[in-house]
């Protein structure tokens, strides 16, 4: 099983500035994936930031399945955690530009849209880290269950 804590004391000195590039570079795969949904879904002014919405909390599923097949089905090393959750879907989800979204719309007039946004993003996140999980917790089981017959 997979360490679900990663523990840097062990490894040589360089092994955390490798994995910081590495984060970084993944990082930067993940931003250009949301920046490209951005380009693609464009938010009209004044309007609900449909796509960041949609991107916080696809990114919070994909966490939930990755945090629970790293450390409890696959055997990964510890490293792969930080390099594909904080790394990939740490650079594709995106709570600053929330914040921004949530000011531009009650600068644009719209405070109960801004409200909405403020407390819908994160519990839609959480939710979706709990669905993500659960499912491929479950998921696993059925498999495993198959292999067993």
């Not at 966490?63 to 097949?69: H, K, R």
């Not at 450390?71 to 959750?85: H, K, Q, S």
């Not at 921004?100 to 839609?124: C, F, I």
């Amino acid at each position: 099983m997979g360490s679900p804590v990663v523990d840097l004391a062990d490894e040589p000195a360089d092994r955390g500035v490798q994995l910081g590039q590495g984060q970084l570079c993944l990082a930067l795969l993940g931003a250009l994936a949301r920046y490209g949904l951005g380009m693609a879904f464009p938010r009209p002014p004044g309007g609900f930031p449909w796509t960041t919405f949609a991107i916080n909390v696809t990114g919070c599923l994909l966490i939930g399945v990755l945090m629970v097949a790293i450390t409890e089905i696959w055997d990964v090393p510890a490293w792969v955690r930080p390099l594909l959750g904080v790394g990939v879907l740490g650079g594709f989800t995106t709570f600053s530009t929330y914040i921004v979204d949530t000011g531009q719309l009650l600068t644009a007039g719209a405070p109960r849209e801004a409200l909405l946004y403020l407390v819908a993003t994160p519990v839609m996140a959480l939710a979706a880290v709990w669905a993500g999980s659960t499912a491929t917790r479950s998921l696993a089981r059925r498999a495993a269950g198959r292999r067993r017959v």
